[in-house]
């Protein structure tokens, strides 16, 4: 990667950041942004800097359906005099700029990446995320159900960022994490103040603050290979007892990648969609013969739980799939907590050791 011109960035008032978005709108980007919408925030395309909400707090979900939708076609055919025509997905993806997005949550689109780019390609979210640049909003406090550094990350980690925002004295400091990010902010030098180190070095301090606010113990990265050969023990009957199997889990979380595939349409014409799913549905591995390899809910459960903290971290270097956003912490209606259920299985897994030892 080439080095990068400006490392210490810009110093933004709020009406700066405005201007720059309404710059980035006429240079025709898309701008998706946490807007207010019904009492929710959420992550919705902007025509104007007006409709975007800054407070402290994540959104209920996370932007990753800009690069991974919940439903999408494939394709779609139609039948003309005697040959079939096919169509590959849309014509032209427009450039984006995911702007405001928690730490946490680009971490999470980094995981999306080993899943659809890191061995055979997928055409459409590589395209997407080609032409995606995403900004990053440094997090100004931790929320009761935040875990990001038990799992690897931070309240100010720069995973997956093009650009970071960080909450300042009066105002923003924004400063290029990558060569896209640093193309990004080419107008600002028209207009904009330069940010400078002392100021950079008081908003870390702050950041470190919130760090350190956060308490929940580390996940150690070695309890992979554990959880792994917990999968036999009868402490995944007692976790998953309480799973309902709703899938909010999934669907509120950055880094899932689940989906289903159907096509619907006639002899003349159809099309075939992608459609999120989750692995806590009983219907997700059915096969059409009737037989389910995962039969219970528990062991519907466990999946979720061992591809986050066993499967994927042994094969992306201990890198855990799960970010610690704490979405599922805080709307599982029975409770549940992914980390907590980690730590009981391995428990549970190092009792069973030390006994056969």
Same mark, same amino acid.
């Given at each position: 990667?080439?080095?990068?011109?400006? !490392?210490?960035?810009?110093?933004?008032?709020?009406?700066?950041?405005?201007?720059?978005?309404?710059?980035?709108?006429?240079?025709?980007?898309?701008?998706?942004?946490?807007?207010?919408?019904?009492?929710?925030?959420?992550?919705?395309?902007?025509?104007? !800097?007006?409709?975007?909400?800054?407070?402290?707090?994540?959104?209920?979900?996370?932007?990753?359906?800009?690069?991974?939708?919940?439903? /999408?076609?494939?394709?779609?055919?139609?039948?003309?005099?005697?040959?079939?025509?096919?169509?590959?997905?849309?014509?032209?993806?427009?450039?984006?700029?995911?702007?405001?997005?928690?730490?946490?949550?680009?971490?999470?689109?980094?995981?999306?990446?080993?899943?659809?780019?890191?061995?055979?390609?997928?055409?459409?979210?590589?395209?997407? *995320?080609?032409?995606?640049?995403?900004?990053?909003?440094?997090? !100004?406090?931790? /929320?009761?159900?935040?875990?990001?550094?038990?799992?690897?990350?931070?309240? *100010?980690?720069?995973?997956?960022?093009?650009?970071?925002?960080?909450?300042?004295?009066?105002?923003?400091?924004?400063?290029?994490?990558?060569?896209?990010?640093?193309?990004?902010?080419?107008?600002?030098?028209?207009?904009?103040?330069?940010?400078?180190?002392?100021?950079?070095?008081?908003?870390?301090?702050?950041?470190?603050?919130?760090?350190?606010?956060?308490? /929940?113990?580390?996940?150690?990265?070695?309890?992979?290979?554990?959880?792994?050969?917990?999968?036999?023990?009868?402490?995944? /009957?007692?976790?998953?007892?309480?799973?309902?199997?709703?899938?909010?889990?999934?669907?509120?979380?950055?880094?899932?990648?689940?989906?289903?595939?159907?096509?619907?349409?006639?002899?003349?014409?159809?099309?075939?969609?992608?459609?999120?799913?989750?692995?806590? +549905?009983?219907?997700?591995?059915?096969?059409?013969?009737?037989?389910?390899?995962?039969?219970?809910?528990?062991?519907?459960?466990?999946?979720?739980?061992?591809?986050? +903290?066993?499967?994927?971290?042994?094969?992306?270097?201990?890198?855990?799939?799960?970010?610690?956003?704490?979405?599922?912490?805080?709307?599982?209606?029975?409770?549940?907590?992914?980390?907590?259920?980690?730590?009981?299985?391995?428990?549970?897994?190092?009792?069973?050791?030390?006994?056969? *030892?």
């Amino acid at each position: 990667m080439d080095s990068l011109r400006d !490392p210490l960035g810009w110093r933004l008032n709020d009406e700066g950041v405005a201007r720059w978005l309404e710059e980035l709108l006429r240079a025709g980007k898309r701008v998706i942004a946490p807007v207010e919408n019904d009492g929710l925030r959420l992550f919705q395309a902007v025509d104007s !800097p007006a409709q975007v909400c800054l407070v402290s707090g994540k959104t209920r979900w996370s932007p990753k359906e800009f690069l991974f939708p919940r439903t /999408e076609p494939l394709f779609s055919y139609a039948v003309e005099s005697d040959t079939v025509r096919l169509d590959e997905g849309p014509a032209e993806i427009q450039e984006q700029v995911l702007f405001a997005v928690r730490p946490c949550d680009s971490a999470g689109l980094t995981r999306l990446d080993a899943v659809f780019t890191g061995g055979e390609v997928d055409p459409l979210y590589a395209a997407r *995320r080609e032409r995606t640049t995403v900004v990053t909003l440094a997090c !100004p406090e931790a /929320e009761p159900e935040c875990f990001c550094t038990a799992v690897g990350g931070s309240p *100010r980690g720069e995973e997956g960022s093009d650009l970071q925002l960080v909450a300042a004295e009066q105002g923003w400091l924004l400063r290029p994490l990558t060569v896209k990010g640093e193309r990004l902010t080419a107008p600002l030098g028209e207009w904009a103040e330069r940010a400078t180190e002392e100021a950079w070095e008081r908003a870390r301090e702050a950041l470190q603050r919130v760090e350190e606010s956060i308490r /929940e113990s580390t996940v150690a990265r070695g309890w992979a290979a554990v959880l792994e050969g917990s999968f036999g023990l009868p402490v995944w /009957e007692t976790l998953g007892r309480r799973c309902l199997g709703c899938g909010i889990c999934t669907y509120v979380c950055p880094s899932c990648s689940c989906f289903d595939v159907n096509d619907r349409g006639d002899a003349r014409c159809g099309e075939r969609c992608r459609s999120w799913d989750s692995c806590t +549905f009983a219907l997700f591995t059915r096969h059409a013969t009737g037989h389910n390899p995962r039969p219970t809910q528990a062991s519907r459960y466990r999946q979720r739980v061992l591809h986050k +903290f066993a499967y994927y971290p042994q094969l992306h270097g201990g890198e855990f799939m799960c970010v610690g956003c704490g979405r599922c912490v805080k709307l599982c209606p029975v409770g549940m907590s992914i980390q907590e259920s980690v730590r009981t299985a391995v428990a549970a897994a190092q009792e069973v050791g030390d006994a056969q *030892r």
